[in-house]
């Protein structure tokens, strides 16, 4: 597994990362626990050393079971997690949204020590805002009280994930130096963050951590127009009505694109790399619920990435859209 120097912060973070949502056990179907754990452990052993979690990811699940695991690891691993607004917000937050509503100062503070509790340790290396809003940027409070955890050492790094269609929303924040890191969905249809995010956060420092390669598993190539998802599963949600046809249509045209430059290569493999073909990107972060995987995603952390002329030729590929919200209109 490659390493990567992770922004102004300097870390060297493996090029694939552990997403760690589905194992919360809440909204990705059944999951067995005890696979979950095997799985955290054969991703670590094959050099993945940042593992990316939420409070609400299970209500907390996801942390306490990243918990067990570091107790039984003896090797440098960091963590990330994010703190929701309080409940109750709407997600995302309107552009001009006050952050003390959203992220009061207490809130984060208390936020964090119980986190600190779910994953057994005593600093979390990046504690990260599950959204953003652009007034955000130059509000005070949610960062001082982020600087006063900084000083007590219960948190390395501030991170930001951005909202799924809004990636330029910290740009701010980043010119002010009050962001260490910042998260986002980046992908082979979802290309807009390498027009402004990824040069403010090449020329500030900041870190990236790329997330959903895959469109929700779309881009793995694993789905059919008539594939059916379980009940209490996020993607019956996602790919409803004409999203999911639609979305494997355009999977298919990418399939045979890659099968005349890369025919060796799966689909998941060539969506991880597509990522980690930009500069700017410090480590992505697939969805790990199983060893195997673990076993297959880790493959793309070589640091080999796709020749520049096939990056050009993928661009015809971008399609933003907002399944969460709509559906197609195909």
């Known amino acids: 597994m490659k390493k990567r120097t992770f922004g102004k912060l300097g870390w060297q973070i493996s090029e694939v990362s552990f997403g760690a949502w589905a194992i919360g056990g809440d909204m990705w179907g059944p999951q067995d626990d005890d696979e979950s754990i095997r799985a955290l452990h054969r991703a670590l052993d094959a050099g993945v050393n940042l593992i990316d979690t939420a409070q609400g990811y299970g209500k907390g699940h996801s942390e306490e079971l990243i918990g067990r695991v570091l107790r039984d690891r003896k090797e ?62 130059v509000a005070d409070e949610w960062f001082e009280a982020m600087t006063r955890l900084k000083q007590q050492g219960k948190i390395a790094a501030i991170g930001v994930s951005v909202p799924d269609m809004k990636p330029d929303v910290v740009v701010g924040a980043l010119a002010l130096g009050k962001v260490d890191a910042v998260q986002v969905i980046y992908n082979i249809f979802e290309q807009i963050p390498r027009w402004n995010l990824f040069p403010a956060s090449m020329e500030f420092g900041t870190g990236i951590i790329v997330r959903v390669p895959f469109d929700e598993g779309a881009l793995t190539g694993k789905f059919r127009a008539d594939t059916a998802f379980p009940e209490g599963d996020v993607r019956r949600r996602y790919f409803r009505g004409k999203n999911l046809p639609a979305v494997v249509r355009r999977v298919e045209e990418i399939r045979q694109h890659k099968n005349g430059t890369f025919p060796g290569m799966t689909m998941a493999e060539y969506a991880l790399r597509f990522c980690l073909s930009h500069p700017a990107v410090g480590t992505v972060i697939p969805g790990i619920r199983t060893v195997a995987q673990a076993d297959a995603n880790i493959r793309a952390g070589d640091g080999v990435p796709l020749p520049p002329e096939e990056i050009i030729a993928l661009e015809k590929f971008a399609w933003q859209k907002d399944f969460w919200h709509s559906e197609v209109n195909e």
Do not use: M
């Open 76 to 137: 440098e691993i960091f963590v990330a997690t994010k703190v929701p607004p309080q409940p109750g917000s709407p997600w995302p937050p309107p552009d001009d949204a006050d952050a003390r509503d959203f992220f009061p100062a207490p809130y984060i503070i208390e936020q964090c020590e119980h986190s600190l509790k779910r994953l057994g340790r005593d600093r979390l290396d990046i504690y990260q805002f599950h959204t953003w809003a652009p007034a955000f940027n």
